[in-house]
């Protein structure tokens, strides 16, 4: 295994790292039907066929993946988060289930992966985290893990800010631009919008690496 990274903390990594004691409990107990219609919206769209290679980048805990993990045995698959404690509980959590899933510590802005590592990446709640430039960044490296004709399934806040407090919340006019997809090379091929826990709107978003044209 390559050695854990970055030193770099970012701002929000002390909060979440607090509700690491009741994070898992939290989405599936508070979040109810809610929480697990969205998570397999999210899996719905993912359309796995059963062996590709597979990226929850903000993974946190691991539970999207594990899920993965344990519907299809056959996939390669793979977590990041920036939090060393989210990743021990995901690695934590295989181990008890007897899933096999790689887990890293690492920033979803300098993925510690080659070009072309991944069929299929996924992101959920996770944008909202990030500044403008790192939303940037962060499409970016998706796009650049992700073999040509990847896909890309992001579930994140949305859809556009209507006043200042949801512009600061999303830290934008978006919790993640749909133009950051297209600048990356991302072709988007399906948006639609549903609810998470507590009447939170979500945008789903599926978008295709394109070929480079060179």
């Not at 069929?119 to 499409?139: C, F, G, P, S």
């Not at 709107?201 to 295709?208: D, K």
Request: with cysteine; glycine share 8%.
């Amino acid at each position: 295994m390559e050695p854990e990274q970055p030193s770099y903390r970012h701002r929000f990594t002390h909060f979440t790292d607090a509700l690491i004691p009741v994070y898992n409990w939290g989405f599936n107990v508070l979040g109810g039907r809610s929480h697990e219609a969205f998570r397999r919206r999210v899996l719905e769209l993912a359309a796995l066929k059963g062996d590709e290679r597979l990226l929850d980048a903000g993974c946190g805990t691991g539970m999207l993946a594990l899920r993965i993990a344990a519907r299809h045995s056959n996939c390669a698959v793979n977590g990041i988060d920036l939090s060393p404690k989210m990743i021990a509980v995901a690695r934590r959590d295989a181990e008890e289930q007897g899933l096999t899933a790689d887990f890293r510590v690492g920033s979803i802005t300098d993925l510690p992966y080659p070009d072309d590592s991944f069929d299929v990446a996924i992101t959920n709640i996770m944008y909202h985290h990030l500044d403008l430039a790192e939303k940037r960044q962060a499409v970016a490296e998706i796009a650049r893990v992700l073999g040509p004709g990847g896909r890309y399934v992001s579930a994140e806040f949305g859809p556009r800010a209507r006043n200042a407090l949801q512009r600061h919340l999303a830290k934008g006019e978006y919790t993640l631009y749909p133009s950051h997809l297209t600048e990356a090379g991302l072709a988007i091929t399906r948006e639609e919008l549903g609810v998470l826990a507590l009447r939170k709107q979500v945008v789903y978003r599926v978008a295709v690496k394109q070929a480079d044209p060179t």
